[in-house]
């Protein structure tokens, strides 16, 4: 994440099945020729894709040149199963971990359940990943703040405890406007200057389909801005069927303004949420000029 053209990351989800790995692997293989500081691989809620995403990142670390960052949650787990879930990544050459508190299996906006020997947030994962050997951290951050906090400065100041307990970057969740983000930066500055300069990396998603972007808005309890919604409604028609290429055309330019006007700001490095396609993402990054296959 140096200095000179801004670097980008993709996530990636663990795939349901044949065809869908399938998938997720021709679009790792098209968006590795790019070149991205690093790639993402979820995990399931409730920890229920939890063999396919030790199983797939660790495929990405043996198999590519690409940098395998790996999700990691609290929910339904036991501290014993989160160290053997470490110790799995560690012994497939991955020192790169995401730590999430996670969200309930079933209902990803119902009531949080802390497992009985398991811990209770996010910052307790970041100690516990820490006490387990030398690995890089991540963690979560909400430019519109999380669902289940009551305000915004309450939310600065609970992803302040997770940086002061070893996290070395924040990932933010997918946003539309990009001073969301910015004040998202000042809020955390304005509670601990020090841990304020760590790396905040944007979450991009470049919409392709109305029902997706309402989908994703659903599941993470946030609001998709009515300005966007209206963009995206006036190119899907009025027919019965949605026009998606002029949906994805919308979409694509939405994202590309919102990366222009962050990489203005300075951002460390944009991250895309990708859904396992890459041309949305490559199509951002063509028009941001940072779609340069490596030599």
Request: net charge negative; aromatic share 6%; hydrophobic share 40%.
């Amino acid at each position: 994440m140096g200095e000179g053209r801004t670097r980008f990351s993709v996530e990636f989800s663990p795939p349901r099945d044949e065809a869908g790995e399938a998938q997720l692997w021709r679009t790792v293989r098209e968006l590795e020729q790019l070149d991205p500081a690093f790639v993402s691989m979820t995990y399931g809620a409730g920890g229920s894709t939890r063999d396919r995403t030790v199983r797939i990142t660790g495929r990405l670390a043996r198999e590519t040149t690409l940098l395998p960052v790996a999700h990691l949650t609290a929910v339904n787990h036991s501290v014993e199963e989160i160290r053997s879930v470490v110790g799995a990544y560690a012994d497939a050459g991955i020192r790169n971990v995401l730590a999430l508190r996670g969200d309930p299996p079933g209902d990803p906006l119902g009531s949080w359940q802390r497992h009985p020997e398991g811990v209770e947030h996010a910052a307790e994962l970041v100690a516990l990943l820490r006490g387990l050997g030398d690995f890089t951290v991540g963690v979560a951050a909400f430019p519109e703040g999380h669902h289940r906090s009551p305000d915004l400065d309450t939310d600065a100041v609970h992803f302040v405890e997770k940086l002061r307990a070893g996290a070395d970057y924040a990932i933010t969740q997918m946003f539309f406007r990009a001073e969301d983000y910015l004040r998202l930066r000042d809020r955390v500055v304005a509670v601990d200057a020090e841990q304020g300069a760590k790396p905040i990396v944007p979450g991009i998603m470049p919409v392709t389909s109305l029902r997706s972007v309402h989908r994703m808005a659903e599941l993470s309890g946030q609001q998709v801005p009515p300005e966007v919604v209206e963009r995206l409604e006036r190119a899907a028609g009025t027919g019965e069927t949605e026009d998606r290429e002029a949906v994805r055309e919308v979409g694509v330019q939405v994202a590309t303004e919102l990366a222009e006007r962050l990489i203005a700001e300075g951002v460390p490095c944009l991250h895309f949420y990708t859904l396992n396609f890459a041309r949305a993402t490559r199509e951002v990054l063509g028009r941001l000029g940072l779609a340069t296959a490596r030599a």
